[in-house]
């Protein structure tokens, strides 16, 4: 019997996840016995292999995907009553083809409710934000790769959601675009204060988001290794050839190499 | 359609007519057997006006029937991504529609609908709507799964889906099955007249006319009516063509890339 402060969620967690397993039938759990406690503000990435469960971890916090047991609290909601209170970003841009940039953004304020006044006000601030303000009337296929992703980045901030769950987001970028994305999503996070859940495969997108980096590995999956980002903020550009960067790199993909090691 | 897309079409067609006209005068092809294109421009001022009422009534029963089929089509496809038990329950029946031979069950129909104009936008509507239906429906039904997990997080709506999602989504198929019914619905109508013959107040349309004609061993006749059928056809396609540029000419692929040529 666990002990009852295991289970509820404490005041100080923003995300509360405990014992939680997911299995589909006739094949081994994907994700069992897993806990997590993510405090509000946090930026927190799941770091692994591909396959590895992090993606069915996040959409069962989105409520996308049910759990087969255990329990997840979002400011002390199921996660089916909180998707007011979250943004997902997927791996994909997934924006409709028949809508501009402008029409994408609208969605999220349109499912929200809001009237169609507010919504362009919100709109245009969304688009300056993420510095699509000129391509507002063009329809995605005009758009490059990176811009995509802005627009997708946009939709997800029009509701201004107090969580981001991001699957891989800047995945399909070439590096260099996926840096200034990085760079701009800890700008645009620092003044908006979400929490975030972010997963990836890239160790040093990792070290550069986050405040704490899950290993995530194994069958079923498990947090292997938990790492403290102690670098300070704002965290710009030049961080990533500082010696502190790199050395956390290393470390990471050292204890990465150590996992993967390790029978399976 | 812009001027310079038409040009090239326009010179074949000119081409192969003066090429028509070369081979029946340099072999002496009886007129029985193959008219002239001039031979058949000339009965324009005497029977141009049997040709306009046959292609008036063809056209009314054609477009009763095209409209039915766009409209019954997508409404059931509608149905169909709705409810995936529909769908499985029925779907089965709309691909046997299609096999169907419509010449076999044209007797039956007019045996229900009587001889008319009626029984002929049934037979034009029955041949056009499993197109329709199926184009529909798996445009409503082949979505991405993460453009549907966007509509799950906001709690969309079953009707916001629908017609913010899945609808938009479909148009394009949408217009390749009224591209394929538009010319299905003018072959159904005349098939369908080739058994309901006249109407009651005697003015057949071109299907009519074609049997009369061949009947009557006036060959340049049956020409000037499988021309204006095929004019007919063309109407109905450029009608389609039309609506599919305002649906999705701003951002489908299909449209973009014609542009570009």
């Given at each position: 019997m666990m002990p009852t402060s295991e289970v509820l969620p404490s005041v100080a967690d923003f995300i509360s996840i405990s014992t939680l397993s997911k299995r589909y039938p006739?094949?081994?759990?994907?994700?069992?016995d897993f806990s997590l406690r993510i405090a509000a503000g946090e930026f927190v990435s799941l770091l692994g292999?591909?396959?590895?469960?992090k993606s069915t971890l996040l959409a069962m916090i989105a409520g996308l995907t049910g759990t087969s047991a255990g329990s997840i609290h979002i400011d002390g909601r199921p996660p089916a009553h909180a998707r007011e209170l979250m943004s997902f970003v997927f791996q994909?841009?997934?924006?409709?083809?028949?809508?501009t940039v402008a029409g994408n953004v609208s969605l999220s304020l349109e499912f929200a409710g809001r009237s169609k006044s507010t919504r362009a006000a919100r709109i245009a601030e969304v688009l300056e934000l993420v510095g699509l303000q000129d391509v507002a009337g063009y329809y995605p296929r005009e758009l490059s790769g990176g811009m995509k992703m802005r627009a997708s980045l946009a939709r997800a901030l029009a509701s201004t959601p107090r969580l981001m769950l991001m699957d891989?987001?800047?995945?399909?970028?070439d590096e260099m675009t996926r840096n200034r994305l990085n760079e701009e999503l800890l700008a645009l996070k620092a003044r908006q204060r979400w929490t975030t859940l972010f997963v990836t495969h890239s160790i040093s997108e990792a070290v550069f988001l986050s405040d704490r980096i899950l290993l995530m590995g194994g069958n079923p999956a498990e947090r292997l290794r938990e790492i403290r980002v102690s670098l300070p903020m704002p965290r710009t550009a030049a961080l990533r050839s500082t010696p502190l960067f790199l050395s956390l790199v290393g470390e990471v993909s050292m204890a990465l190499a150590m996992m993967a090691g390790m029978p399976t | 359609m812009s001027a310079s897309s038409l040009r090239l079409p326009l010179l074949t067609f000119v081409v192969s007519v003066l090429l028509w006209q070369a081979v029946v005068m340099l072999f002496k092809v009886p007129n029985y057997l193959l008219p002239s294109p001039l031979e058949i421009a000339a009965l324009i001022p005497a029977r141009g006006g049997d040709l306009l009422s046959a292609l008036l009534v063809t056209g009314g029963e054609a477009l009763g029937g095209f409209l039915a089929s766009a409209v019954v089509g997508i409404a059931v496809g509608l149905f169909f991504s709705v409810s995936p038990l529909v769908r499985r329950c029925f779907y089965p029946y709309v691909v046997l529609l299609q096999t169907i031979p419509i010449i076999a069950i044209s007797p039956l129909i007019l045996l229900w609908l009587g001889n008319g104009s009626l029984s002929v936008s049934f037979i034009s509507f029955l041949i056009s709507l499993p197109a329709v239906i199926v184009n529909t429906t798996q445009g409503l039904i082949s979505i991405e799964t993460n453009l549907l997990n966007v509509f799950r997080m906001g709690n969309a709506s079953l009707w916001a889906v629908l017609f913010k999602l899945r609808l938009p989504h479909a148009l394009p198929n949408i217009s390749v099955g009224l591209k394929i019914a538009a010319g299905a619905s003018v072959v159904g109508a005349l098939v369908g007249e080739t058994f309901a013959g006249a109407s009651a107040l005697g003015a057949g349309g071109l299907g009519y006319s074609a049997i009369y004609a061949l009947s009557q061993l006036d060959t340049p006749y049956l020409f000037a009516v499988i021309l204006t059928s095929s004019l007919l056809g063309l109407v109905f396609f450029w009608g389609v063509v039309m609506f599919e540029r305002l649906a999705v000419g701003k951002w489908h692929e299909s449209i973009l890339s014609e542009r570009l040529d």
């Amino acid at each position: 019997m666990m002990p009852t402060s295991e289970v509820l969620p404490s005041v100080a967690d923003f995300i509360s996840i405990s014992t939680l397993s997911k299995r589909y039938p006739h094949s081994k759990p994907v994700i069992e016995d897993f806990s997590l406690r993510i405090a509000a503000g946090e930026f927190v990435s799941l770091l692994g292999a591909s396959g590895c469960g992090k993606s069915t971890l996040l959409a069962m916090i989105a409520g996308l995907t049910g759990t087969s047991a255990g329990s997840i609290h979002i400011d002390g909601r199921p996660p089916a009553h909180a998707r007011e209170l979250m943004s997902f970003v997927f791996q994909d841009p997934a924006l409709l083809p028949w809508r501009t940039v402008a029409g994408n953004v609208s969605l999220s304020l349109e499912f929200a409710g809001r009237s169609k006044s507010t919504r362009a006000a919100r709109i245009a601030e969304v688009l300056e934000l993420v510095g699509l303000q000129d391509v507002a009337g063009y329809y995605p296929r005009e758009l490059s790769g990176g811009m995509k992703m802005r627009a997708s980045l946009a939709r997800a901030l029009a509701s201004t959601p107090r969580l981001m769950l991001m699957d891989e987001p800047f995945g399909a970028l070439d590096e260099m675009t996926r840096n200034r994305l990085n760079e701009e999503l800890l700008a645009l996070k620092a003044r908006q204060r979400w929490t975030t859940l972010f997963v990836t495969h890239s160790i040093s997108e990792a070290v550069f988001l986050s405040d704490r980096i899950l290993l995530m590995g194994g069958n079923p999956a498990e947090r292997l290794r938990e790492i403290r980002v102690s670098l300070p903020m704002p965290r710009t550009a030049a961080l990533r050839s500082t010696p502190l960067f790199l050395s956390l790199v290393g470390e990471v993909s050292m204890a990465l190499a150590m996992m993967a090691g390790m029978p399976t | 359609m812009s001027a310079s897309s038409l040009r090239l079409p326009l010179l074949t067609f000119v081409v192969s007519v003066l090429l028509w006209q070369a081979v029946v005068m340099l072999f002496k092809v009886p007129n029985y057997l193959l008219p002239s294109p001039l031979e058949i421009a000339a009965l324009i001022p005497a029977r141009g006006g049997d040709l306009l009422s046959a292609l008036l009534v063809t056209g009314g029963e054609a477009l009763g029937g095209f409209l039915a089929s766009a409209v019954v089509g997508i409404a059931v496809g509608l149905f169909f991504s709705v409810s995936p038990l529909v769908r499985r329950c029925f779907y089965p029946y709309v691909v046997l529609l299609q096999t169907i031979p419509i010449i076999a069950i044209s007797p039956l129909i007019l045996l229900w609908l009587g001889n008319g104009s009626l029984s002929v936008s049934f037979i034009s509507f029955l041949i056009s709507l499993p197109a329709v239906i199926v184009n529909t429906t798996q445009g409503l039904i082949s979505i991405e799964t993460n453009l549907l997990n966007v509509f799950r997080m906001g709690n969309a709506s079953l009707w916001a889906v629908l017609f913010k999602l899945r609808l938009p989504h479909a148009l394009p198929n949408i217009s390749v099955g009224l591209k394929i019914a538009a010319g299905a619905s003018v072959v159904g109508a005349l098939v369908g007249e080739t058994f309901a013959g006249a109407s009651a107040l005697g003015a057949g349309g071109l299907g009519y006319s074609a049997i009369y004609a061949l009947s009557q061993l006036d060959t340049p006749y049956l020409f000037a009516v499988i021309l204006t059928s095929s004019l007919l056809g063309l109407v109905f396609f450029w009608g389609v063509v039309m609506f599919e540029r305002l649906a999705v000419g701003k951002w489908h692929e299909s449209i973009l890339s014609e542009r570009l040529d």
